[in-house]
């Protein structure tokens, strides 16, 4: 009888394991097609009712969506940038991870230009852009490459899946190329505006493309953090052969990608410190008060907080313990760089642009700039999008291993 019993019980535990692990797997499902839902509402809500749908105004017309785009688009080029070191310069360790991060920086990219599409208030926008091509623009440019450069993507990504190497090489090398040239490219439009002297000069081609490569690494960080887990649950349900060899390459692959993030941190760190010290330097008009805003003015919250404290700080103090060993450390390392990504992209935006002159009374001020409903909806609905789109590619197309 008392057997009897425990076997019943041992039964009862499994059903239970099993009914919550069916929970998780729906509710992975169910998450990341309700943040898309909310993110296409946000969208028809600033499609139809246009400009006054808009938290934006006169005096700051780029807003969290051109902020958004940003961190998008610069983050697909660091997954290319960092995936390549595999499959393009043939580092062995790295090889593992390039199927699944191309796709993702594919992915991340469409929402991208999804995000690009809203903020221009018609979709087509984008189209005619390419047809109307003025040489001149910095931001023709930007949208020209970075649409080639979404091809290449899709071609890579093709070839990869089909095993043919060389193809895959060729194209990756193509795509390499084009991450620098679309990624330093939109720096530059930032770089280009004269009229904002906060944003004026060299400084934001060099800076963006240290911070893609960050926010790269960052991603593939907590990737392979996630992919190690599933690996342990498919090994556990007998799914799973050469898993553990598997696991194995990727936390490797993981204290590797720390290590470069560590670097990547500190190096981002010393650019901000210069650029803040080289604004101060010479009270240049436009220049000094932008960065004060940053130090002590209306966005110094969240620049010292997130920024600066969560975004860089933190995750260098996280990487110098570990030092590439600890697992833990490392993912709680990435996700704290891209919250701090969120804000830095904001701060980028915004502090070229909060600097506001009457022209009437020639008096200066900080213009003030809270982001509507429906451009925060639509920035969670392509975090949404991105997460399904990934669970879609996850199960359906064939990863290696």
Known sequence: MSINLVSDKRLDNIGAVEKFRALMVLA?????ALLTAIGLAGAVDLLVRGEEAFGTTDAVPWGILIAGYVL???TCSGLCLVSSLGHVFGIERFEIIGQRAIYLAVVVLISAFAVLAVELGHPFRLIYVLLSPNFHSGIW????????YLVGLMLELYFMLRHKEHPARLMGTITFILAIAATTNLGSVFGFVNAKPFWYGPYWPVYIIVTAIMSGTAVLIILAWFLQRRIASKRQQGFCQNGSMFKHRLKKLSGTLSILLAAEVGTVLVLTFWKVVTSLYGGVPGQQQAAMALLTGPLAPTYWVFEVGIGLLLPLALLLISRGKGEKFNLAAALSVILGMVFMRLHMV?????????????????AAYIPSLGET?????????????????????????
């Open 28 to 32: 992975g499902w169910l998450i990341p």
């Open 72 to 74: 998008l688009a610069v």
């Open 141 to 148: 440019w930007m949208g020209t490459i970075y649409g080639i």
């Open 350 to 366: 915004s502090s070229g642009q909060i600097l506001y002159i009457d022209k009437t009374t020639g008096m200066a001020s900080y």
């Open 377 to 401: 909806a639509v920035i969670v609905g392509a975090v949404g999008f991105i997460l399904l789109a990934y669970k879609i590619g996850e199960r359906y197309l064939p990863f290696k291993p």
